[in-house]
């Protein structure tokens, strides 16, 4: 269907983001579309329904090939793997409304910014805008460029002054009107769609499509019972899903509708202010922040004022963040760039919550809107949801070849079946019949119903554990996952910290610490005076908001703190809070409380944060300063840092406790108006170390007992956290995610700072052998040597930032650094996102478990995640629990495993039904003959359905197995599982097929000489009107009877042999009710070979057969079971012998990180601890080496080989 491509058909949008796409152009063809629909029309429709499947052939059959300047269709291709497809409609917006403002040149006189993407869309001069809609975001045709672009949005190439001049004194009401309409709407709009529209989408997948066709085809023939068994399964399938997408949307509309119908302020040049809804902002408005406890429905960046915001949607914690307002002098560079790593202090995101905004000598807190819609942070939280990268689980992929394996078997039997027809002359209507028959027998419709059983049970009784699940398919993944991240705050362990105490410093030395309780009789003091007034805490609606770290040094001082009142000074705003004694405190007489006159806001790149303070009735000005303790100690004059100082930080940093360094001295400058203009590394110079506190985040009870467990089951464990980093691997030890006695290897990556290249370093940190009763670490590089060669097991840990230059600088080298990854710490959002995708390229199954909206990306790109929050993580992640504690992952995993189990069961199981049932028609069309309506009724309902929704109730072993059950079904035991039973039952049901024909007392043209050997003639023409005189498609016969007797009882013992118990199961004795069942179906099965009533002869179309033929089935079947149980449980699901098997065989891995491990298992070049490596001196893929932690690696590549 392709055609010639044209010059400029294809371009990227999105390049090198997670969503990139190719883009193809196309144009409707009208000869072209003739013949579709003359092909739509031939072919009754079914064309139509596989262009819906694969819009890549519509668009191949009906467009040629076009420029993308002159495409009215475009094909957009995704990047990753899957290559999936989509069609978008090239459409139109036409702006002869604002005809007026446009001039006669190529200029816009209402456009602020001429070099914009919106002033470039504009195509003259017949002001069109041309523009595709993909995954909620618009993007317009550049004129000038020849290229989509995304239009939601201010381009990164402003500069500071820029953005000042073009866009701070607001937009006029044209221009709105204009960028409202190309850019669109401000909202974050989730459809929940009609369940009618839902069903139809459902309903138009091939495999419903399948099963509507056999149920048709069963009620054509009269097999009314089969019929309603297939729609009775498609029915509750559809059912389930309508439920569980309709519950997903509108939890997610719910979550993001309030986003839609905010009021703000807006500012518009030459003065003016209006009230607008939300919806109608657009990139480069001016809003203005008044008022406290409002959200930001935009992203925008701030020009004028401060504001405090709480950004807990981002980070996971609830701490109030001060955010500034962007320089207007700079005019050389992007604003990014200028405002360096510290550049989201001038951003207020989408969904952040505005505690406070602070107004200055200009005006009050004003912002320009730098996103809108899809294109936030909060939009691009939604759309991360509602288009998750798609998880490619092998079982999925099996189950589509199995299905083409069976679809070649059908295609033989339909050869076999034609020809025997065509030679007895069978008319061509019935030999169509008995072929739609034939494949209904070969390809199950009831297959993926058998894959779902498992699930609904897991599903229910993981509800009665606390964990609900809004995706059941995850459900069956969750039993392969083999590498698990959880985020830290709140999830391993509690959400706030504790103050354990306070060093003094006295001088050379540090003295005795100060435990929480006593720090109130600590007397008056820099170092007490510090902890009173050095945060950045802040009183709203009477309650104290802010860090929790300065939420405990504050509250264990026994001060209080009043209200803030802004002030201007000077064109300066100052916060003028005031703290004073508490009732409780002990220090009343000596201070009457201290006055915050100047506050420079932490900052995790500065790493510190200072005041300027002033007391209450005094006129001197005190800096006081508070952060990691060797930033702070570098800007305290040398002899007032104690000479202990690394090691007493040694002994505390890295026991899972949070150390923080204060310093203070007095500034020499009592001009207050004149604070603003001095430079911050003169207010913060030549400080005075005035001691430590020391606070602990404490972990969950239930977390080491958990990971222990994790640890047991060969599940790798990692840490994805926002918290520092020294904090984050101090808890992995503590709690035994790195275990006792392994390596922690700190690894930093730096980018390129002018002529230097980018390099990376690898540091050991180590127990010092006198302080190992405190567990303090350090780092050594001068046994790095001695210490590789000792200790194979090494564990990275790494920040953000580290992360991120390695993805820019030293790319190859990440999968292998990443196979010793455990601690990954200041991640961002999209890092944690990032770092997940890039486990599952290295073919890890990844579980995700956090509680925070910061963990809504990583867990819906997580093979399964897991919230411990009923907030936006909960929309995100595929499971939700009510118990907030990690003793959810085990239940999950150990539902996971059984479910995937019992869908391998019920799926052999189901898939041996179908073949058996496929096997005695063949062996029946020989005679033209096929099971009665009745028969199929018995094996349908009475024995297949009963097993099926019996057999998959067995619930999860107690214990998590140290390897993971088979993932895919072309893994040996699966595969030759089905292979051996098939050849089996080949051999059996012919054997009985023909022996019955041997007998002596087998008649072909009388059915009742077996048993009734009266009147030969009477018997023999009663049975020629019984074969050749009969209105139905069957007829009894020895042959018939004996087959369905046979597969009667050989149901029973595939249901028995085929229900696996331990390791991931509990045994199947302990499934009562289908035991129960086992016992019953057997018990009416021998009944039914023995019992000589007419009755049933009549109603089961059966033949009386003498009791010695009778005597023999059973003993057929009892070989069966023997044959079967000793093959399956010794042979097939030997997990010992197939180890030993690949040993021999000398199998290579399939896995990815497995190949890793192949590769070097061990090599004492690696980790280089102790050295720095460049990125013109890269190691490629064959010369780096790697090395794998062994305690993950022992999971077989035999289990699906992955």
């Known amino acids: 269907m392709k055609r010639k491509e044209h010059k400029d058909h294809c ?180 459809e929940v769609a009609p369940l009618w529209k839902i069903f139809i989408l459902k309903v138009l997948n091939f495999l419903y499509i399948y099963q509507f066709a056999a149920i048709t085809l069963m009620l054509v023939l009269g097999y009314l019972g089969y019929a309603v068994a297939i729609l009775v399964l498609c029915v509750c399938n559809i059912t389930l899903s309508l439920v569980e997408h309709r519950q997903q949307s509108s939890k997610l509309h719910n979550l993001v509708k309030a986003h839609n119908n905010m009021k703000v302020t807006v500012y518009r040049r030459h003065g003016d202010y209006s009230q607008v809804e939300s919806r109608h902002l657009v990139p480069g408005d001016v809003i203005v922040l008044s008022g406290k406890g409002f959200f930001m429905s935009c992203d925008a960046i701030l020009i004028n004022g401060t504001c405090v915001v709480n950004e807990g949607m981002l980070t996971g914690e609830s701490i109030p963040v001060t955010k500034t307002q962007l320089p207007h002098l700079d005019d050389t560079m992007p604003w990014k760039q200028y405002s360096g790593e510290d550049y989201k202090r001038h951003l207020l995101f989408c969904g952040t919550e505005v505690i406070r905004t602070e107004s200055n000598a200009q005006g009050s807190a004003r912002a320009v809107v730098l996103r809108t819609g899809f294109n936030t942070t909060k939009g691009d939280m939604v759309r991360s949801i509602l288009y998750p990268k798609p998880l490619n689980f092998k079982l999925h992929r099996d189950v589509r070849w199995f299905f083409m394996f069976l679809a070649c078997l059908a295609i033989i039997g339909l050869i076999y079946a034609v020809t025997i027809y065509v030679q007895r002359k069978v008319p061509a209507g019935k030999i169509i019949v008995e072929c739609a028959v034939l494949i209904v027998c070969a390809i199950s419709p009831v297959i993926p119903a058998a894959l779902m059983v498992g699930i609904l049970y897991a599903k229910r009784r993981l509800s009665k554990k606390h964990i609900y699940c809004i995706s059941p398919d995850r459900i069956n993944m969750c039993g392969q996952l083999n590498l698990f991240c959880f985020d830290k705050t709140g999830t391993l362990t509690e959400d706030g910290l504790d103050l354990m105490g306070v060093i003094p410093s006295g001088g050379s030395s540090f003295q005795t610490m100060i435990t929480q309780e006593d720090i109130k009789e600590l007397s008056w003091g820099p170092l007490f005076a510090a902890m009173t007034c050095c945060h950045s805490l802040i009183m709203l609606d009477g309650k104290l908001q802010g860090d929790p770290l300065d939420l405990k040094m504050f509250e264990a001082t026994g001060w209080v703190i009043e209200d803030a009142i802004s002030d201007v000074n000077d064109g300066h705003s100052s916060q003028n809070i005031t703290i004073r004694p508490g009732s409780n405190s002990k220090i009343k007489d000596n201070m009457e409380g201290i006055k915050i006159i100047l506050q420079y806001p932490f900052s995790s790149v500065m790493q510190r944060m200072s005041v300027i303070t002033e007391g209450v009735g005094g006129d001197e000005l005190i800096v006081y300063m508070k952060g990691a303790p060797e930033m702070v100690a570098s800007f305290c004059t040398i002899e007032s840092v104690p000479s202990g100082f690394l090691k007493e930080l040694e002994r505390y940093t890295f026991q899972g406790l949070r150390v923080i360094g204060v310093a203070s001295k007095a500034l020499k400058n009592d001009n207050n108006k004149d604070l603003q203009s001095i430079e911050r590394e003169e207010v913060e110079r030549d400080m005075e170390f005035l001691g430590l506190l020391i606070l602990e985040n404490r972990l969950k009870p239930e977390t080491s007992m958990v990971l222990e467990e994790l640890h047991a089951a060969n599940i790798r464990t990692l840490m994805i956290t926002g918290d520092n980093i020294q904090t984050a691997t101090t808890v992995a030890k503590n709690c035994g995610m790195i275990p006792e006695g392994s390596k922690v290897v700190l690894v930093e990556a730096s980018g390129p700072e002018g002529s230097s290249p980018a390099s990376l370093t690898w540091n050991l940190l180590e127990y010092p052998e006198d302080e190992k009763q405190i567990k303090g670490l350090c780092i050594n590089d001068e046994d790095t040597l001695d210490n590789k060669n000792q200790n194979s097991d090494h564990h990275f840990s790494m920040s953000g930032k580290t992360y991120e230059n390695l993805e820019k600088y030293f790319y190859d080298l990440l999968p292998k650094i990443l196979m010793n990854g455990t601690v990954f710490a200041r991640m961002s959002p999209g890092q944690k996102s990032t770092i997940i995708d890039e486990y599952r390229k290295l073919d890890y199954f990844v579980g995700m478990c956090g509680d925070g909206a910061n963990d809504c990306a990583a867990l819906k790109m997580a093979n399964a995640g897991i919230s411990l929050s009923e907030e936006e993580a909960s929309v995100a992640a595929t499971f939700n629990s009510q118990v907030t504690n990690i003793s959810c992952v085990p239940e999950m995993l150990k539902e996971g495993r059984a479910a995937l189990v019992t869908s391998f069961c019920m799926f052999k199981y189901m898939a041996m039904f179908g073949l058996t049932e496929y096997i005695n028609t063949l062996l029946l069309y020989w005679q033209r003959n096929i099971f009665g309506n009745n028969q199929w009724l018995i094996h349908d309902f009475a024995i297949v359905f009963i097993i099926f929704f019996t057999m998959s109730s067995t619930p999860a072993f107690p214990k998590l197995a140290p390897y993971r059950p088979p993932g895919q079904m072309i893994s040996p035991p699966v595969l030759f599982s089905v292979i051996f039973n098939v050849l089996f039952t080949i051999v059996l049901h012919t054997y009985a097929f023909l022996m019955v024909q041997n007998q002596p007392w087998y008649e ?186 062994q305690g993950y690696e022992h999971d077989s590549a035999l289990n699906g080989g992955q």
Not at 84 to 100: E, G, I, M
Not at 1035 to 1050: A, D, G, M, N, Q
Not at 1051 to 1069: M, T
Not at 1144 to 1154: A, N
Request: proline fraction near 3%; aromatic fraction near 12%.
């Open 1004 to 1189: 072909k043209d009388d059915i009742y000489s077996a048993c009734h050997p009266g009147n030969e003639s009477l018997n023999q023409n009663l049975t020629h009107i019984l074969i050749h005189e009969r209105t139905k498609i069957n007829y009894e016969s020895f042959e018939s009877t004996t087959l369905w007797l046979i597969t009667s009882v050989h149901l029973v013992i595939f249901a028995f042999v085929f229900s696996k118990g331990k390791p991931f199961r509990k045994p199947l004795y302990t499934n009562y009710l289908f035991v129960v069942v086992l016992i019953i179906e057997t018990a009416f099965n021998i009944f039914f070979i023995f019992a000589d009533f007419p009755h049933i002869y009549l109603n089961l179309e059966l033949v009386c057969t003498p009791t010695s033929w009778r005597i023999h089935m059973i003993i057929l079947l009892a070989v069966c079971l023997v044959v079967s149980f000793l093959v399956e449980e010794f042979i097939l699901d030997n997990r010992a012998l197939w180890l030993a098997l690949k040993r021999c065989l000398k199998m290579k891995p399939g896995s990815k990180y497995k190949k890793l491990h192949t590769i070097l298992e061990e090599d004492t070049d690696w980790p280089p601890i102790g050295t720095t490596i460049y990125e013109s001196s890269m190691m490629t893929c064959e010369d780096a080496k790697i090395y794998i932690n």
């Open 11 to 190: 371009a990227k949008i999105n390049e090198g983001e997670e969503n990139e796409m190719e883009l193809f152009g196309y144009k409707l063809s009208v000869p072209w579309i003739i013949l579709c629909v003359i092909g739509y029309c031939i072919s009754g429709g079914i064309l139509l329904l596989l262009f819906y499947w694969k819009p890549e052939w519509s668009v191949w059959a009906n467009c040629v090939p076009s420029s993308l300047e002159k495409a009215n269709v475009v094909l957009l291709r995704s990047t990753d793997k899957r290559k999936k497809y989509t069609r978008k409609k090239v459409r139109w917006l036409t702006l002869d409304a604002f005809a007026q403002s446009f001039q006669s040149g190529s200029q816009c006189s209402v456009i602020s910014d001429q070099n914009s993407i919106l002033n470039q869309a504009i195509r003259r001069p017949d002001l069109k805008v041309k523009f595709i809609r993909v995954q909620k975001s618009r993007y317009v045709w550049n004129v000038s460029q020849k290229k989509f672009q995304n239009i939601g949005t201010l381009k990164n190439e402003h500069s500071c002054f820029s953005i000042h001049s073009n866009y701070a004194s607001g937009l006029i009401q044209e221009e709105q009107a204009i960028r409202r309409l190309v850019c669109g709407h401000n909202t974050i709009e989730v």
